[in-house]
């Protein structure tokens, strides 16, 4: 049985401890900024995007071909073709004062403006050119026929983006076609980062210590990373009341939101809980989540400010992050959550799981004679960081159950591609 095991008897389940979290905390008015396009990938919008104007902004030719009258063509066959005149040529993007009448025609490229005059293209495959006035067209068309009509795409103050999406490629690339070469996306939230332990040191000190290298604070920076934060980086805090109670502070005074790993217990040398009940109100909403691995996970707010407090070991820093903080900040920003990859696989063997709490099991998901399978990466432990390069999945157990059995197909959280694991 684990330390964490022993010493929290009762914790709350995930989704109450959020619910309960959530019923204290105050959204903040996050300011935005304008960005360029080429600055706005996976930054969250910050105001509704009507169109300013109509795309096509004119009749387009969808091909090249022949801007003609449609009704010029009716009847036209290989065997039957009819005689048009020829009255110029529509270069791509420059405007034209050609006319199409009755009998007469105009060359036109795909993206070339539609002559005034003429209400459909044909295509210059269904026609043939008998000299340098005359073609003759053997197929018919309709009127509106390989035309992009005006606003056939977006139409003027239509509404096009919503608030509290994350920009992605497409959202750029449309935004661009609107006319616009940049846009206003809400500032990054600025995520605060503390790691806490006698035992650690910064990773540039590797090699010349027994103690253990701090982790935490390179793989949760890059899960903040990840989802669009600032990092401040408040170092490491010795088990110490006074310098955790310091950093913490600055966190505060700096950041959005405080993430501290360590001391998250609550043995003599746990110090971070009382630590924070001590700086302001109210303090630690939820001590203990019915979480595995996670469980000493807890949840405060101190002056309207959140801070998340993450079990100092590796795995379960990573699985408090998903479950917690992830929400947290889609709350924070205001967003729409990202959608998460899942597969569905089979299970090769059984899989127990404590009853009561929501276990997160690594497992690895391979394809095997055209079906998926999952087996669960044999690695005990919430320090074990190199389960989570063996896996690529989160087979997440809710409460209710024991455990899934050998062959169950289940639904396994991606969070590597499949071919990425040794």
Request: aromatic share 4%; net charge neutral.
């Amino acid at each position: 049985m684990s330390t964490e095991e022993k010493i929290f008897k009762e914790t709350s389940k995930l989704d109450d401890a959020l619910k309960l979290f959530f019923k204290n905390f105050k959204i903040p008015n996050f300011k935005s900024e304008s960005v360029s396009l080429m600055e706005a990938k996976n930054r969250v919008l910050a105001k509704n995007v009507k169109s300013p104007v109509d795309i096509p902004l004119f009749d387009k030719s969808a091909m090249d071909g022949y801007a003609v009258i449609a009704e010029d063509t009716f009847g036209a066959m290989i065997n039957n073709p009819i005689t048009l005149t020829l009255v110029g040529e529509v270069s791509i993007g420059k405007d034209t004062t050609i006319e199409v009448s009755n009998e007469k025609a105009a060359f036109v490229y795909t993206g070339s403006k539609i002559p005034q005059g003429a209400n459909a293209v044909i295509m210059i495959e269904h026609t043939n050119k008998v000299n340098l006035d005359k073609i003759e067209v053997n197929s018919s068309v309709t009127p509106g026929q390989n035309i992009s009509k005006i606003g056939e795409d977006v139409k003027e103050n239509e509404l096009i983006l919503k608030r509290g999406i994350r920009l992605k490629f497409q959202d750029l690339g449309m935004l661009a076609a609107m006319g616009f070469s940049g846009v206003d996306v809400l500032r990054k939230p600025k995520i605060a980062i503390l790691s806490t332990g006698n035992e650690l040191v910064p990773v540039e000190e590797s090699g010349k210590t027994t103690k253990d290298i701090d982790v935490n604070r390179i793989t949760i920076s890059a899960m903040c990373l990840d989802i669009g934060a600032e990092i401040i980086d408040l170092g490491i805090a010795k088990d110490d009341f006074k310098e955790i109670k310091s950093k913490i502070e600055k966190g505060l005074s700096a950041g959005d939101i405080v993430i501290v790993t360590g001391g998250t217990s609550v043995s003599n040398t746990d110090l971070t809980a009382e630590v924070i009940n001590s700086i302001g109100k109210p303090g630690m909403i939820v001590h203990g989540i019915s979480i595995k691995p996670g469980k000493p996970t807890g949840l405060a707010i101190v002056n309207d400010k959140t801070i998340v407090s993450l079990s100092g070991y590796p795995i379960a820093a990573i699985v408090g992050f998903e479950a917690l903080v992830k929400p947290i900040l889609v709350k924070l920003q205001g967003i729409h959550e990202m959608p998460i990859p899942k597969i569905k696989a089979k299970m090769i063997r059984r899989v127990a799981s404590t009853l009561g709490e929501r276990n997160y099991v690594r497992v690895r998901v391979e394809k095997s004679d055209g079906d998926f399978i999952a087996s669960p990466v044999r690695m005990k432990g919430s320090g074990i960081l190199s389960s989570m390069i063996r896996a690529n999945g989160f087979l997440i157990i809710p409460e209710d159950r024991e455990g899934v059995d050998e062959g169950e197909e289940v639904e396994i959280q991606l969070f590597r591609p499949l071919n990425d694991i040794i």
